[in-house]
């Protein structure tokens, strides 16, 4: 089995009804209904300082939506990019179980808002 860092959407273990359900569903602020996010997750993201404590899903969607940056010119962060850095954020945050069910998670609520944000065929197999 690789040992493969990163962002990688194949590694959600949230069952595609949950997620669908997250996706199409009202944002309520109550961290946990991301999935991925239980209580012990949810207790991990509220640790921290100011702007380093998120307590509920809007926090956690801008915290995503602060890591689409900065761009300068010569660099735009780019959705794969974007997703790894929100990745290794969750790490940073001790998040050790579902962090690519979180980032997905999130990517796809917010690419209904914000289209383009994120490109799942950009993690496609040309082999598979």
Known sequence: MSDAQGYDPKRSRV?????????RGTVTGDV????GIGPAAAKKL?????????TNTYQLIGKFLMLKGPDDADNKVE??????????WL?????????SAIVKAVACKVNGLFPGVYDPDLYDDDDE
Do not use: L
Request: proline share 2%; with cysteine.
């Open 91 to 99: 790490q940073d945050k001790g998040i050790s179980a579902h962090r």
């Open 15 to 23: 069952n595609d009804d949950t997620m669908a359900d997250f996706i």
């Open 46 to 54: 509220a640790d921290g300082e100011g702007d380093e404590k998120v």
């Open 32 to 35: 946990t209904e991301v999935p």
């Open 79 to 88: 959705s794969m990019e974007h997703c790894e850095k929100f990745w290794y």
